[in-house]
């Protein structure tokens, strides 16, 4: 079939559920090498009751399918840090879990320094900047999310466990 090369010669797309406004042969063409059109859609030429698949028209041409991204290597999608001081470092700049004020409350804070004995984290909600002791952890989770990304850091967000301070608890807040 031919008609898609035909300059006057009208049609419509349905894919999805969903039908396209009327388009040119060159609109067609246009669309169906930007990936906008696949192979399974239907096409209905202007004046005719059937609907055509995409791929049996000749003259579309289809872009190449993208080869699946294959799945992550597990060691590439858990890094082993040497030291807390490298697990740290990933997240600079990111925001962290940390429970400094009591055991069981852990605050929102952004990791801002990673230091050779201490990390230095900055509390927004108290406008507070804090420098930890290595020595003060307890424990470090790194959490897996859902979302997914494509550094460690994107896809994990790490919760401090430290011993509280008590300079945190005679503020209150």
């Known amino acids: 079939m031919t008609q898609a090369t035909e300059g ?7 894919h999805d559920g969903q039908t396209s406004p009327w388009m040119t ?11 906008q059109v696949p192979h399974e859609a239907l096409v209905q030429p202007a ?15 289809f872009p ?3 080869e699946p991204k ?5 060691i590439d999608h858990h890094p082993r840090f040497k030291t807390l001081r490298d697990l740290l470092a990933n997240f600079l700049h990111c925001s962290v879990s940390i429970n400094l004020r009591q055991a069981d409350h852990f605050d929102e804070a952004e990791l801002l320094l990673c230091c050779e004995d201490h990390f230095e984290i900055n ?5 507070t900047r804090v420098f930890v002791p290595y020595a003060r952890i307890k424990a470090i989770a790194s959490v897996e999310l859902e979302e997914q990304g494509s550094q460690y ?8 466990e430290v011993d509280p301070c008590q300079a945190f608890t005679a503020t209150g807040d």
């Open 8 to 14: 006057s010669a009208r049609y419509r797309i349905r």
């Open 25 to 35: 042969a060159d609109q067609l063409k246009q669309a169906t090498m930007l990936g």
């Open 47 to 61: 004046g005719r009751n059937e609907w055509i698949q995409a791929g049996t028209i000749k003259g579309l041409e």
């Open 64 to 66: 190449e399918a993208a």
């Open 70 to 74: 294959a799945a992550p290597d597990p």
């Open 123 to 127: 509390l927004p909600r108290l406008k």
């Open 153 to 160: 850091r994107d896809s994990h967000k790490v919760r401090i």
